[in-house]
C-alpha cells in the first residue's frame, strides 16, 4: 500500500529522519571492507589488493547507476523505487556476508553500487518533495548526517566486530538496519509519482547550461582535492607526526565527530549565503591542507588542523546538494543528481590516485600541497559558478554574488 502525494507546507520529517537512517546503512556497507579486508581476504583467498577492488567495483557501478537510472527508472513511483533500492541494499550485505568465493563477493559489492549511484542520485529531488524549498538545505543536512555518524563509527565498530563475530558476522549485522530503514521508509514516504518529462537526451545534456559545467566542475575539483589529501591521512599520522597505536584512533574519532557537527551546523551558513560557502570551505580547507606540512610532526596541532577539516570537508557535500536543488527545476533534479553522483565518484578515484602517485614520488608534502592547489582551484571555480547564476537568475542570487 502506498501513500497518496502530500504537499511539503510543514514538511514530511519522519520521511527525512528515515533517508537519514537508509545513509547511515548505506555508506557503513560502502566501507566496511575497508576495516575488514585483511580476514577477508584470508577467508576468500585473494590478496589484499584484490579484496580491495570490491571498493572499486561499487564505484563503478554507482556511476554507471547514476548515469542511467533517471532513464531506467521510467515512470515508476519515486516511493517505490526508494523502496526496491534499500531492499537491494541488504540483499548485497547477505550476498557478501554468504559469498563462497571472491566472483560472488564481487557480485554482492556490485550491488551495493547500484544502490549507492540509485539512491544519490534521488536525494536531492526527494528532499524537495519532501520539505518546503526553504527546508530543502535542513532536509539535506540530515541526509549528510547520517553519512557523518556512519563514518564516525562503521569503521571502528566494524574493526570490533571482525575481531568477535568475524567479517561475515560483520556484514550480517548491517541487516537488521536496513530492514528497520525499510520499514521506516514505507511507513513514512509519500507516493511520488515519477515526473512525466523524462529527460530523452541522458544526463551529459546537461551540461550544455554553462552555470551546471561550471558548479559540476567545481563540485569534482573540490572531492578530488579532499580525497587526495583524506586517502592518505593515516599513513601521514604514523610516519610524520609519529602517532602511536592509541593516538591515531582518537584523532580519527575527532575527524569524524568534527564532521557531524559540521553536518548539523552547515544548514545557517547555507541560509545566509549558498555560494560564499560553497567558495570559503575549499579555501580553507586548503590552508589547513598547506599548514599540515610545517605542522605535521606536532602532535595537538596537526589534530586540531585535522578536526578543522573534518568540520568543513564532511559538511560541505550538503552545499553542493543544495546547490542542485537551487540549480534543477523538478522535471530535472534527477538528471541532475545522478550527473553529480557520477562527477563525485569520478572525482574520489581521480584525487586517490593523485594522492598515491604523488607520495610514491615526492612524499606527503608533495601530496598534501598538490591537495591545497586542487582546492584553492574548486574555490575559485565556485566564485565563477556564483558569478555565472547571478548573471542567469539577477534577483537573489546575483545580490549574493556580489556581496
Known amino acids: 500500500m502506498s501513500r497518496p502525494d502530500t504537499t511539503v ?8 529522519l528515515a533517508m537519514m537512517l537508509c545513509v547511515f546503512a548505506l555508506i557503513a556497507s560502502e566501507f566496511m571492507p575497508v576495516s575488514l579486508l585483511t580476514p577477508l581476504a584470508a577467508d576468500l583467498g585473494v590478496t589484499g589488493g584484490l579484496a580491495g577492488y570490491g571498493i572499486a567495483i561499487s564505484g563503478a557501478f554507482a556511476v554507471l547507476t547514476s548515469l542511467s537510472i533517471s532513464r531506467l527508472a521510467g515512470t515508476i513511483d519515486r516511493r517505490t523505487l526508494l523502496l526496491t533500492l534499500t531492499a537491494l ?11 563462497p568465493n571472491y566472483p560472488v563477493y564481487m557480485i554482492g559489492r556490485a550491488l551495493i553500487g547500484v544502490v549507492i549511484g540509485g539512491f544519490w542520485s ?8 519532501l ?3 526553504a527546508q530543502v538545505p535542513r532536509a539535506l543536512a540530515i ?5 557523518a555518524l556512519a563514518t564516525v563509527i562503521a569503521a571502528p565498530l566494524g574493526s570490533y566486530l571482525g575481531g568477535v563475530i568475524g567479517w561475515r558476522g560483520a556484514f550480517l549485522c548491517l541487516l537488521p538496519v536496513a530492514a528497520v530503514a525499510l520499514a521506516w521508509q514505507w511507513a513514512c514516504l509519500p507516493s511520488m ?6 529527460p530523452q537526451r541522458g544526463v551529459l545534456v546537461l551540461l550544455r547550461r554553462r552555470v551546471v559545467a561550471l558548479g559540476m566542475t567545481a563540485c569534482g575539483a573540490f572531492f578530488m582535492g579532499q580525497f587526495a589529501l583524506f586517502t592518505y591521512v593515516r599513513p601521514f599520522l604514523e610516519r610524520v607526526t609519529n602517532a602511536g597505536d592509541a593516538t591515531v584512533p582518537l584523532v580519527l574519532l575527532a575527524i569524524g565527530v568534527s564532521g557531524l557537527v559540521g553536518t548539523l551546523a552547515i544548514g545557517a551558513f547555507l541560509r545566509r549565503g549558498l555560494y560564499r560557502t560553497l567558495v570559503t570551505v575549499p579555501a580553507l580547507m586548503a590552508v589547513i591542507a598547506a599548514a599540515l606540512v610545517p605542522l605535521g610532526p606536532q602532535v595537538w596541532p596537526t589534530a586540531a588542523l585535522l578536526s578543522a577539516w573534518g568540520l568543513l570537508a564532511t559538511a560541505a557535500p550538503v552545499g553542493w546538494w543544495s546547490w542542485l536543488a537551487r540549480t534543477f527545476s523538478n522535471d530535472d533534479a534527477e538528471a541532475g543528481g545522478g550527473l553529480m553522483v557520477a562527477v563525485v565518484q569520478c572525482s574520489i578515484a581521480l584525487g586517490s590516485t593523485l594522492g598515491g602517485l604523488l607520495l610514491d614520488s615526492v612524499g606527503f608534502a608533495g601530496t598534501f600541497l598538490a591537495s591545497a592547489g586542487v582546492l584553492v582551484f574548486a574555490a575559485l571555480l565556485a566564485y565563477l559558478t556564483a558569478a555565472d547564476a547571478g548573471s542567469a537568475a539577477p534577483s537573489a ?4 554574488a556580489r556581496s
Open 9 to 16: 507546507d510543514r514538511g514530511n520529517w519522519g520521511g527525512v
Open 89 to 99: 541494499m541488504a540483499v548485497s550485505g547477505l550476498v557478501v556476508a554468504l559469498a
Open 122 to 129: 534521488l536525494s536531492a529531488a526527494t528532499a524537495m518533495r
Open 131 to 133: 520539505v518546503p524549498a
Open 143 to 147: 541526509f549528510n548526517g547520517g553519512n
Open 193 to 198: 509519482a515519477a515526473e512525466r518529462r523524462q
Open 397 to 400: 542570487v546575483a545580490a549574493e
